[in-house]
C-alpha cells in the first residue's frame, strides 16, 4: 500500500454529493456518509424518502421535539416538513422499486468497474448467508440514479473499487456514480472514468488505490465542492 | 359488529404451537409490544415468526427467543449494525437453535401484501444475481432479470394501532404504520392492540388505512413509552 | 318443455338468500336477484362490499340524499351506514380475491353440476370474446361461500342447470349453492343435491326443468322463507 | 416543488400521438371529465385508452371516440349492459375501427398496481380456465391452477381528485377513489385535475391517499355536476 491519502472528510463527501442532486428531486439516503447528505440538502427543493413509510422526512428531533411514533430508516427520532406524508411498507417499496426515487445515496463495502456493489455481507462477520439487507437491494435495483458514498479503501488500506466484488454483491451494474473522499468515479459501459479529485491528489494517487483500472477524463477536476 | 376482546391475555389465548405469527414494527416503531408479551406468557411453542427485525430495537420479540419459543424467523434486518455485537437471536442462530429465513425489505413487504391479496407469486428485479436469489427461479422481463417469490401468508397477525373502531376499521399514526397494514391483510386471523378504541361511525370512512373487513379482534392498550433507539444495550 | 313452473318471485328467491348469511358475515351482491337481498339484511348485523371500492354500503340514496361521489358497483347513488370504509379499486380486489369475502352471491346464465358457471359472456350478443366480465370471475374465485341466483329456466324454458355449461364460464367448480324461483340446490362432490323445493312444486317438478341429474336429499324440504 | 399547471389545456398538452393513456373513474364516478375534454380538443390520435368502461356514464371517453384518437381499448366493463343497446365503442368495435383487450376488473387494478410497484408480472386464480385465459400461461400453485399476468404501465394517467396540495399530496372522496390510486402509480407522467388545490402543510400527512411523488401536474378544477346513471340515451 502507497502512504494513506487523506482526501475529503466525509462531510465533504456529502457536500459534493448534494450538489449532484438537483432540485425538484426525490430521494433517498442510506445510512452513513448518505446521511449526512441531509445536512447539505436541509431547506432545498429536495424531498427525501425514508423506507419506514415517510416523504418529505425533516431534520432530526431532539429532546421534547420526539415523537415515539416519527423515526426514519435508521430508527432515528425526525421531524416532519410540509407536504410530508405517510405510507405502508409494501407502499414504501412500491414507490422504490417502482422507480419512484430520482436518486438513492447508499453505502458500500465494495464498488466493481461492472456497476456491481456490496453492501449488505461481510464474510468476516461469520454470518453465513445472512446479514442486515434490509432495504438496500431493493433501493439500488429501483432507483433511476444510484449514487455509492463510502471510503475510498478500508482502515487496512485494501481498495474498495475492484474489478470484480468479492463480498457478496447487493445487485448487478447499478451504480451510477461513486463519491469518495479522495474522487468522484462515473460508472460508464467504458469503464469507470475519474471526473474528479480531491484538492492537492493526482490522478495517479487516485490509482494506486483503486484496483479497477480508472479512466481518466480528458476534463479532470478538482472536486467541486 | 364488536370485534373487542376484553384484553390481550385473551386475543392471545388460542395462538397454537407451530403457527405462523407475523409481527408489526420498524425497530422500535410501531411494534404490538403487548400482544408480543401476552403471547410470551402464553407460551406457545415452534413458532415461525414474521418480522422485520429479530430483537434488535425490540426488547418483545427476544422474550420470544428467550423462552425458547421460536422455532424459525422470517425477517429483513436480523442483527445488530456491529459486527462486534450479538443478539440473542444472533447467539441461538449460530448455537442452531432458530433457523432464521431473510428477505430483502420490499420483497419482504410485497410477500405479505401478496398473500393478503390473493396473489400466490409475483416476479420482482430486488435480488436477482444476489446470494439471495439462490434456490429460487429466475425470469427475465423487458431485458431484467427478475425473481419469482411466493406469499406469505400468516395464521395470526398482531398488530398495533392509534385508533381502531368496534368494527375493527384502524387507523395508524406517522410512521408507526409501516408493516401494520401488511401484517393485517396476510393474517387469516388478525389482532389489533389499539391506544384508541370510539364506535362504528366516529372515523372519517374516508381515512381509513386498515378496513374491518381485515380485522378479527381488537383489544384496548395504554400508548407505550418507548426509548426511541436501537444500539441502547 | 313441461308447461310453466312459477315457483316463488325473485324477491322471495333473495330472501332465502338473506337467510343463509349468517351475522357477522362480510358479502359481496351481484347485480339483479342478489342486489334484492340486500333489501333482506338492512338492518341486520352484515357487511356489504362494493366493487367500486366501499365496506358497509347503504340502503340507496334518492333526490337529495344522493352523492355524485357515492354509489355501488352497479352505478346507483347509495348511503353510508356507520363504520363504512372506502379504498381503492386495487385494494377492492385485493380484498376480493384474498378471501375476505364470506359470502358473494352473483346472477348466472348457465351452471353446471361441477360447479363451474356462466355470466358474462352471450354468444348470441354477438360481442365474440369480449363482454362485462367487470369483477365477476374475481368475486368467482375469492369468495369463500359463491352462491348463485337466478330464475330455474330459461323465458323460452330452456334449462340453465346443466351438466356442463355451453356458455363460456366465468370460473371453474366455484359454485356452493344455487337458489333459484323453484329449489335450493347444493354443489357437491357427488353432484347436485336437491335441498328445498318451492312451495306446491315435487321433486320431479323441478328435475323436469333441470338438464343435470338432481340427487333428492333425505330430507328435502320447503323452501325455507 | 410547484406542480401546478394554469389550466387543463396546458396539463395535456405533450400527450403525443400513440400514446397508452390511463383514466380514472368507474362509471359515471371519479372520472377526469376536464382532463379528458381537453384531450379530445388536443386531438392526438392513435391512443390507447386504458379506462374501466368504454363511454357507459362517461360521455366524455365517448367525444374520444367520436374523434376517432382511439386506436385501442383496455377495460373491463365495455358495453351497455343491454344486449340491444349499441354503445358507440361496440359499432367502432364491430366496424374493425377499435380493438379492445379485456381483462377482469380485479387482474385489470392489479395490473396498474404491478405497473406502479416495480412488479413486472404476477400470478392469479381471476380467468383460469376461461375464454380469457387464452394465450395466457397457466402455473399451479397450492393446487390452484393461475395465470400469469404483466404489469399495465401507463404513459400518462388522467386522475380525478377531492383536494391536492401544490407538491401533489392528493385525497379522494368517497367511492371517487377507485382506480385513481392505481392510475396514478402505473403512469409516467401523472396529472391530477382537483376541486381544492392547498397548500403543502394543509393536508393531514396521515390520511394522503396518494403521495406526491406519483403526481406531475396539478390543475383546478371545478366541482362538475354529474347525472349518476349508466342507462341514460
Given at each position: 500500500m502507497v502512504k494513506k491519502l487523506e482526501g475529503v472528510a466525509r462531510e465533504l463527501i456529502a457536500l459534493r454529493i448534494a450538489n449532484e442532486i438537483p432540485d425538484g428531486s426525490y430521494a433517498n439516503l442510506g445510512i452513513g456518509i448518505p446521511t449526512l447528505v441531509s445536512n447539505w440538502i436541509e431547506g432545498r427543493d429536495v424531498v427525501l424518502e425514508a423506507e419506514v413509510g415517510m416523504l418529505n422526512t425533516g431534520p432530526l428531533a431532539f429532546d421534547e421535539a420526539i415523537d415515539q411514533d416519527l423515526i426514519n430508516a435508521s430508527c432515528q427520532p425526525v421531524t416532519e416538513l410540509p407536504g410530508c406524508s405517510y405510507f405502508s411498507s409494501s407502499e414504501s417499496f412500491a414507490m422504490i422499486r417502482g422507480g419512484r426515487m430520482d436518486y438513492a445515496v447508499l453505502g458500500a463495502l465494495q464498488v466493481a468497474e461492472n456497476g456491481d456493489y456490496a453492501g449488505?455481507?461481510?464474510?468476516?462477520?461469520?454470518r453465513g448467508k445472512l446479514g442486515?439487507?434490509?432495504?438496500s437491494m431493493d433501493l439500488a435495483v429501483g432507483a433511476r440514479n444510484l449514487f455509492i458514498a463510502m471510503e475510498?479503501?478500508?482502515?487496512?488500506?485494501?481498495?474498495?473499487?475492484?474489478?470484480?466484488?468479492?463480498?457478496?454483491?447487493?445487485?448487478?451494474?447499478?451504480?451510477?456514480k461513486i463519491f469518495t473522499n479522495l474522487a468522484v468515479i462515473d460508472v460508464t459501459p467504458e469503464g469507470l472514468v475519474l471526473r474528479e479529485v480531491a484538492a492537492g491528489l493526482t490522478a495517479e494517487n487516485v490509482q494506486s488505490v483503486t484496483e479497477a483500472k480508472l479512466i481518466i477524463s480528458k476534463d479532470l477536476k478538482e472536486m467541486a465542492l | 359488529m364488536d370485534k373487542v376482546f376484553p384484553s390481550v391475555e385473551e386475543a392471545v389465548?388460542?395462538?397454537?404451537?407451530?403457527a405462523t405469527v407475523g409481527f408489526t414494527g420498524f425497530f422500535t416503531c410501531g411494534n404490538p409490544v403487548y400482544l408480543t408479551r401476552a403471547l410470551a406468557k402464553q407460551g406457545s411453542k415452534n413458532l415461525t415468526i414474521v418480522v422485520m427485525q429479530l430483537g434488535v430495537g425490540n426488547d418483545e420479540i427476544n422474550l420470544l427467543l428467550e423462552n425458547g419459543q421460536v422455532k424459525k424467523a422470517i425477517c429483513n434486518y436480523p442483527f445488530?449494525?456491529?459486527?462486534s455485537r450479538q443478539s440473542l437471536f444472533e447467539q441461538l442462530m449460530k448455537a442452531g437453535k432458530v433457523e432464521c429465513e431473510l428477505f430483502p425489505m420490499g420483497t419482504f413487504a410485497e410477500k405479505l401484501r401478496a398473500a393478503g391479496a390473493g396473489i400466490p407469486a409475483f416476479y420482482t428485479?430486488?435480488?436477482?444475481?444476489?446470494?439471495?436469489?439462490?434456490g429460487k427461479e429466475a425470469r427475465t422481463f423487458n431485458g431484467r432479470e427478475c425473481l419469482m417469490e411466493t406469499a406469505l401468508p400468516l395464521d395470526y397477525g398482531l398488530v398495533h394501532a392509534w385508533k381502531a373502531d368496534r368494527m375493527g376499521n384502524v387507523v395508524f399514526r406517522k410512521t408507526a404504520r409501516n408493516y401494520n397494514p401488511d401484517v393485517a391483510k396476510a393474517a387469516r386471523i388478525t389482532i389489533v392492540e389499539a391506544e384508541n378504541v370510539v364506535e362504528p361511525g366516529e372515523l372519517d370512512p374516508d381515512l381509513?388505512?386498515?378496513?374491518?373487513?381485515?380485522?378479527?379482534r381488537v383489544v384496548k392498550v395504554d400508548r407505550p413509552k418507548i426509548n426511541v433507539t436501537i444500539e441502547k444495550s
Open positions: 449488505w455481507n461481510v464474510p468476516s462477520a461469520n442486515n439487507v434490509g432495504g475510498h479503501y478500508t482502515t487496512s488500506g485494501e481498495p474498495k473499487i475492484l474489478k470484480r466484488c468479492t463480498y457478496p454483491i447487493t445487485a448487478r451494474g447499478v451504480v451510477k | 389465548k388460542d395462538i397454537p404451537d407451530g445488530y449494525r456491529s459486527f428485479p430486488t435480488g436477482a444475481g444476489t446470494l439471495l436469489a439462490e381509513i388505512h386498515l378496513p374491518s373487513v381485515y380485522v378479527t
